[in-house]
């Protein structure tokens, strides 16, 4: 656990320190839960937002894009179920006075089970070696399948009682499990009670005519109310599925965790409007479709996992959410819903408009079923970032910290770097750089030694570094170092463009999510 601590720590402090996430409004000491993105950070999450968009939009020729406002009507609320629902059961400790989510508590406590049945995989791959089989020890370990059941009830049982609004029964879950206060170790709870997560806002100049509106909790809403529309100007059949990428607001009662859980955070939606029926179909095509595209970022399956849902939320009829391995361990990600036709259905109530569409394949009119799949840009973002810090010790004895994002998403593709600071090496290098900027973005740096440059480099997460030095003069060629292996090869200037476009282009990439 303190070694997971601290590779935590150190992928917060990377973060500032080079450049990709601030604290925001630090110099008033920081509000909680709301982070800045820095010059290299606003770069990556520009990169995986456009790499999310190609993924889903440009590569589907029945997926088409939204930019709905945050501001919405506020009725909208009322009929997504926001305004009556959308709660979160928090429980205070008395004597630490620090809030929790009740249901965070107990997930927290049913995680420690995974720890050990971890732990067991590990002893046992000890003893057996190559021999062993992980599937079938999972499947068949007395000791592991104890562990499983016992998580499973425990979830089983909270996810009964939050749907019956049994909160009564939630408090007694965590008093049977003995689940204490991380912070101070007393188990002395309040009750619990529901918290709404919306905030408001007003829209007017004056206090008596204002009315009230909410911050979006989520960009989904956005997209049902614009059904009609799209559908019809853009003489869409369905199945079809419209995508959308924006701010997201939720007053989060525990916001820890950097930027995992914030207060203003941005999501990356797309709702996938299908025939009644065929919407278990659908669902399955879209858990294994992002989980694809996921895996095409090169993290690995290991960091991956599936959580199917015991509690389904009010409008849904099957729920899944990709976990990724977080320093913290295994999180949400992703959710994948099934959301029937329930919000299509409450905004043609609460409106009165009929929101329908006519399939003439079946000659029916009917209120489509809905997949929705919901990535957070921002948690994103950690993953791809805490996957990518690493320490690596190197054959001579040092080590050295180097940041191996994908390349398609780094910041920066490549670093142009003059050996020395005069000699026409810098003209050169700059010459270079103006080539380049039209297809990549490009960073130029003459400051300190090259070793020390390069170093710098490999922590900022650039796949490339360029090296120009005296014989350039006279042959037009460079030397090209790759980040993750420190090869380091002569190249002819006229090809950079092509070495660089075929490691980072993101048609490449997008291929391996097919
Ligand atoms: P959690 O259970 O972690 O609170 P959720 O189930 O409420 O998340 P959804 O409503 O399904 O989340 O939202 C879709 C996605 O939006 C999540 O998978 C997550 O990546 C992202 N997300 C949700 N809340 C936050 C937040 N407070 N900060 C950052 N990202 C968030």
Redesign the pocket.
């Known amino acids: 656990m303190a070694k997971q601590e601290d590779q935590f720590k150190k992928v917060i402090s990377h973060a500032k320190e080079y450049g990709y996430v601030f604290q925001s409004s630090e110099i008033y000491d920081g509000l909680s839960?709301v982070y800045d993105y820095a010059q290299n950070g606003v770069e990556l999450k520009k990169n995986l937002r456009e790499y999310w968009w190609k993924a889903m939009v440009q590569m589907h020729d029945n997926i088409v894009g939204l930019d709905a406002a945050i501001f919405m009507h506020p009725t909208t609320w009322k009929a997504s179920g926001h305004v009556d629902a959308f709660n979160?059961p928090l429980i205070d400790n008395k004597d630490s006075k620090k809030r929790y989510r009740a249901d965070v508590l107990i997930e927290d406590y049913v995680a420690k089970y995974d720890d050990k049945i971890e732990k067991e995989v590990k002893k046992a791959e000890k003893r057996f070696g190559d021999s062993f089989d992980k599937e079938q020890f999972l499947a068949t370990n007395p000791r592991v399948l104890e562990y499983k059941e016992k998580g499973a009830a425990i979830l089983a049982r909270m996810g009964k009682s939050l749907e019956n609004e049994d909160l009564a029964d939630v408090k007694a879950l965590i008093e049977e499990l003995g689940i204490s206060c991380p912070l101070s170790g007393s188990k002395s709870w309040t009750d619990v009670k529901q918290f709404n997560l919306m905030f408001g806002t007003k829209l007017g100049a004056s206090a008596e005519h204002a009315t009230d509106l909410y911050l979006r909790p989520?960009t989904a809403q956005g997209i049902f109310v614009n059904f009609l529309n799209v559908q019809k100007t853009g003489r869409m059949k369905i199945p079809f599925g419209i995508a959308q990428t924006g701010k997201?607001f939720?007053n989060?009662i525990v916001?820890r965790q950097f930027?995992?859980?914030?207060?203003e955070?941005?999501?990356m939606?797309m709702q996938f409007f299908v025939r009644p029926g065929t919407q278990k179909e659908w669902y399955e095509t879209w858990k294994e479709s992002r989980l694809k595209w996921h895996l095409s970022l090169g993290l690995g399956m290991d960091n991956y996992r599936f959580h199917d849902h015991d509690k389904l939320a009010h409008y849904a009829d099957a729920a899944a959410?990709i976990e990724f391995k977080f320093p913290f361990g295994f999180?949400?990600?992703?959710?994948i819903?099934s959301r029937t036709d329930f919000d299509l259905k409450a905004h043609q109530e609460f409106s009165g408009k009929k929101i329908q569409y006519f399939d003439n394949e079946i000659n029916e009119n009917y209120i489509p079923y809905v997949v929705e799949t919901?990535?957070?840009?921002?948690?994103?973002f950690l993953a791809v970032f805490s996957n990518s810090l690493q320490e690596e010790e190197l054959e001579d004895g040092s080590s050295r910290t180097v940041l191996k994002l994908p390349a398609v998403v780094a910041p920066n593709k490549a670093a142009i770097l003059p050996l020395v600071k005069k000699d026409g090496l810098p003209e050169i290098a700059k010459d270079i750089f103006d080539q380049l900027k039209f297809d990549f973005n490009v960073t130029y740096d003459e400051k300190d030694a090259i070793g020390r440059r390069y170093r710098r480099q490999d922590a900022n997460g650039t796949p490339f570094c360029i090296a120009v030095d005296y014989e350039t003069k006279d042959d037009n060629m460079v030397t090209i170092r790759h980040r993750d292996t420190m090869e380091q090869k002569r190249v002819a200037i006229a090809d950079l463009k092509s070495i660089i476009d075929a490691e980072v282009n993101m048609g490449v990439w997008l291929n391996k999510a097919k």
């Open positions: 839960a979160d989520e997201a939720r989060e916001a930027i995992f859980r914030q207060r955070f941005e999501q939606e959410d999180k949400e990600l992703e959710g819903h919901s990535v957070g840009l921002d948690r994103l």
